[in-house]
DNA sequence: TTGAAAGCGTTACCAC
DNA sequence: GTGGTAACGCTTTCAA
């Protein structure tokens, strides 16, 4: 079998609890005891047992990330930024360093709560939860249940890049003190819990509306009134939020009229963006700029004008969101929303270490910041040039 | 405190052997016992004690993948094919589900070992090296140990994208049968394990050598004769590889002399390209073509070229690696090789669990196919259109 | 098919 | 400062 802590006691002659206070560093030890015990440790090649540890101690080392799609480059530098706060480069050995659980949920409230359960079951120091939120009312009460038990179990909870839970819907005409419910889909009525019972985790959002706001705007400065946008998934707050920001420049200009037709929902990828500026291009002849959901579906969007023949942007203006580092090279002229996606992720790292405090109140809306890449065009005068397509 | 399996026991009226049973499904349990525990399960909300669990069995639920960097697309394509071998989605409950711990070492030597340490304190069921390996033979020496040490500790240990461990080196006139030594830096010695010692771990090798080849003998067949090549770090294994299957193209073509001159070496990064790029510009006024390390440099040396006025592909043709989503929109032109990094992933994810034997001889290649996204331009006549910059 | 009980390797409390 | 020793919650033999 493996080496234990008894091996090296014996070897170090000294008792176990020594060992364990050498190796944790929590209570003072003598020097020579303390390097008798090293060298033991070096020569038998010991291993803490990690689960061992974190039986007796009722904690373990893991923080769990949950995110959408670790492929995506959005998720992967979130994760990246708390992998800088968890476990830092510096630090002698490995001491106080937390591991990093990477959980894809591909956005499905039941993966959410399978892998809450899972880190539960692990007894993670803490979650981090990113990410747009599902809006089905349903699944809002089971994740703020589950939310609850993890931080009762003893771990953080983080959101990043997502907004606060929910405040409980009150059916309408409902008993003040009764606690309220929720319509489910098909009419089922689903327990809401009081305000009181809800969770508090840290939170920190991302400025989606001030963000497709700034966005849209800009293209209205330059004289678009044609603007096409290219939406998320229609149940996820990230989208309901961008297209509010966009809508409230529209109305800001006067331009709201018939929006509804030219907004596209699709996914967060590529495909999408190509299939939906499509669409656009199919509704709206006097298309002159496009906003997207994110800088990925503006990739997809620049493909699907380059194809018919027009060119980005002296023809049709693209925006997205995001700021990712590909973006810029997929569409010199995009204009951005730029997330400060990896500081959001350390300091939702360091949230989930207990090493900086919540902002008060609990959210910090983190903003977001409008970059012109490179000159975006005015729309062009007249129709949009007939080309091949 | 929280629910333990002795409360759930005491609630469905049976030993804590049974309900153990039931949740693992190991063993025969009664049906109505079973269901009868399940409901106890349910009402009390119970959730195993993880560590605990991996105590008592002397094994975890944790697979560690070791990463260069997981806001790296190609990184997190692999580990999102890992994810989709380890936890799978359509299982009903949780059983069986592994969590990814994802590790980012940065490339460093150091933070690779420590993480294997980390990896085998948690007693991970398995662990994932993926890409590029780096060629210092201390490191080499460190690391093999560092993966002996956690295969005896009953971790399977996969290489995903990374070449097999080298065999030791023999210092010239060694002994045959002591135990052979290699020089380290600064002469120190630093001794090596016997071949016998090695730890053999599934190996999933990328065709690094075949792929540039062919990406190089593409640029040669449509012509290109002044062909610069944008290398990864010196001392990696993927660079040299890369750089291998470049010169092989060119020797077979008779250009390789001065191959030095037109090789520059950088990370595997957009600034590296960008840098790379202008590098090349000044050394080779007859440039026609680039080959990068991967996509993400290509990306870079597009803008570079860009910058001067250039065209892609019109004056100077660039070809990357990889195969990144995003590299696509970036330059239309690109000429890629395409690893199928998803795939390589979710195989090694296979192999992490056991469920797929190892390849034959504990090695597969997987090949790198050549794709050419979009007609590639051959070499314009004459010399370099002089441009701005 | 089920129960009793002996570990698994640490931690942390209590003496000394 | 150090040692002895109960937990910690589960798995797994061994009996029944």
Known sequence: ?????????????????????????????AGTTRSRVLRAVEELEYVVNGPASSLAAATSDLVGVLVNDIADPFFGIIAGGVQS?????????????????????????????????????QRAAAVILTGGAVEDPAHQVALAAALRRIERAGARVVLCGRPPLDPPVRTEGADDTAPPTAGGPGGAEVPLPHPAELPHPACLAFDNRGGARALTEHLISLGHREIGYLAGPAERTTTRHRIEGHRAALEAAGLAEGIGDRVVHGRF??????EGARELLRRMPGLTAVAAAND???????????????RVPEDVSVTGFDDLPFAAEAAPALTTVRLPLH??????????????EPPPGGVAVIDAEL???????????????????
Chains 1, 2 share one sequence.
């Open 1 to 29: 079998m493996a080496v234990t802590l008894a091996d090296v006691a014996a070897r170090a002659g000294v008792s176990a609890a020594t060992v364990s206070r050498v190796l944790n560093g929590n209570y003072p030890v």
């Open 85 to 121: 706060k968890i476990a830092p480069v510096d630090v002698p050995d490995a001491r106080g360093r937390k591991l990093a659980v990477v959980c894809t949920t591909g956005g499905s409230p039941e993966q959410e709560l399978t892998y809450l359960t899972l880190l539960q079951r």
């Open 269 to 274: 990828d590529r495909d999408s963006g190509y």
């Open 296 to 310: 990925t579906v503006a990739l997809g969007a620049c493909a699907a004008l380059r194809e018919v023949g027009l």
């Open 343 to 356: 500081e959001a992720g350390a300091r939702a790292g360091l949230l989930a270490l207990g090493v900086e």
């Open 371 to 389: 970059r012109v890449r490179a000159s975006t065009a005015p729309p062009p005068s007249g129709p949009r040039p007939a080309r091949a397509g």
